[in-house]
């Protein structure tokens, strides 16, 4: 049964460059988005992803480059003819129409039967789980139900593609992820080429087939969520997903070093600058494990207890500072040395990645 | 446990005396609204209900005939003449100061309020400068050859509008432009993605959420015209009567002080009764600032 059927076009960005006066929003991206795959636009604010999604939707046009939808040039193309579904940071309800007048507004709008609106709207309705509120007034929705009310607009009209502006940041922490696993499984279910841009890290892992992490209107890298994570291309995408320590490293031959000792390495690396430490993929030194992992000596210098896990500060031989996550089960817990003590770290050397300094 | 006591008991006075200097700074606006208001609108409600030292109601039965009927009649229809005009030119300005960066939507504003600032009788008598026979918009269109005669601008129902109209824009055109202002541009974005053109975006969703504005600007704009006096007085050239000049005639020129207040309550009954109408069907309260 499908509620409500949806095309997939993929998307392409040639060149696509958007200057405010002298300043530079979008520097030459090109990119392409599969037929049917949930990309999300990761980035700080301020590094023109947004930009990137309003060029998308037709409200800021570009300053030189092309979009193309399927094998359709879109760049010149009005958004009120571009045929997309959009979801607004602040949902944009309409709010001089109740939910059912919001949702079949963009049916009016294309002439469709009024009987068949009434089908539409409630098709839409029932994929959000909302159709018992369609005679609501907007403003006595509760925030996740604009959300899911938005989300029907959006798509009742069967959009070439969906487009989404940080649409969860207003949503609290429990809703938001609740939400997002909706957002993921309507997808899924609608098979629509989906465009989403976050600042949340998190949200962008969780939800993505891939994600473009930008920074200052260019695309730094285009992976899987775990690529991303576990291979950043450079120390700005480390430095920037999850948390990291970046140290220094220096080259040795073929491999690398840190503070002169030879790091093992899972894959060869073809340049470096830094080696990227995250918390949770520190270990302790487990004796006949040596060919496996880097060890790192240290001495604890502070512990910072947050529940499900706790955050160690230690300090590394050559005074540089990383920070180690465990999990709080007993067993674990139980290794700690005392503040102060000294600690041997254990790094695999799958997890041992180096980059790149990110360039400016 | 006497620690506890008269701490909760100093903290009580504390709110006491906060409650009480908010309402020391309101006091003297209210006093003036008293005294300068409601006082003499009860001198006057007295003053029109008495003849010769007795409660009588001739004042309002002497309103009752075609002369009387003739001048409300009039003092509606340059209203409404005057607010819908106002409206049909306003509207255009206060959108494009909405749609302007705030920068260039403050140079505007500055020459919607430069007007509103000179005096009245000022812009009163340029229009009667430019609206008069020998005047600059009749010598121009004679120079350029447009009309032999020179129009009749002035004096008349013609220059009474044109007058009111441009004394009373900025009152429309203020509460629009900050009504406006509030509409979230992503609205029309949200129209226009969904698959609205410019102009159905604007009828179906921008122009339905700029009612509160409409409504504010129309309802300040009738309610002033409705008591209007020097415009039409200056302009109309006697050709003119609205109720306020009758007003005046009744208690300058007759010192009849009972039938110019018979006229005064009836134009405030009638005024709030729109009022009330309007009420109705949309929150002043709303309209007039606030949430």
Redesign the interface.
Known sequence: MSAVSAKSEPIRFEGVSKRFGTFTALDDVSLEIGSGEFLTLLGPSGSGKTTLLMVL???ARATSGRVLVGNEDMTRV?????????V???Y?L???MDVFGNVA??LK??GVAKAEIGTRVRRALDLVQLSHLADRGVDQLSGGQKQRIALA?AIV?EPRVLLMDEPLSALDKNLREQMQIEIRNLHETLGITTVYVTHDQREALTMSDRVVVIDAGRVVQVDTPRAIYERPADSFVADFIGESTLLPVERNGRGFSFAGMPLRLGEAAANGDFLVVRPEKLGFHDPGTEEEVNLFDGSLQQVVYQGETLLAQIRLANGLPVTLRLSTRREMMARLPEIGAPITLALHRDDTVIVPEHRK | MTLALDNARELRADERRERFSILGLSFPALILVTLLVFLPVGWLFWLSVIDGGELSLIHYRRLADATHFRIFYVTFEISILVTVLALLLGYPLAYLMSQLPPRWAGICLIFVLIPFWTSLLVRTYAWLVLLQRRGVINQTLQDLGLIDAPLRLVHNYTGTVIGMLHIMLPFMILPLYAALRTVDPNYMRAASNLGAGPVRAFWTVFFPLSLPGVFAGSLLVFILSLGFYVTPALLGGGRVMMVSMKIQQNAGLYFDWGAASALGVVLLVVTLFIFWVLSRFMRVERVFGGG
């Open positions: 939707a037709g409200f009005p958004p009120h003819k571009r045929d997309f579904g959009m607004f940071q602040n944009a309409f709010p001089h507004y963009p709008l294309r607009r009209f």
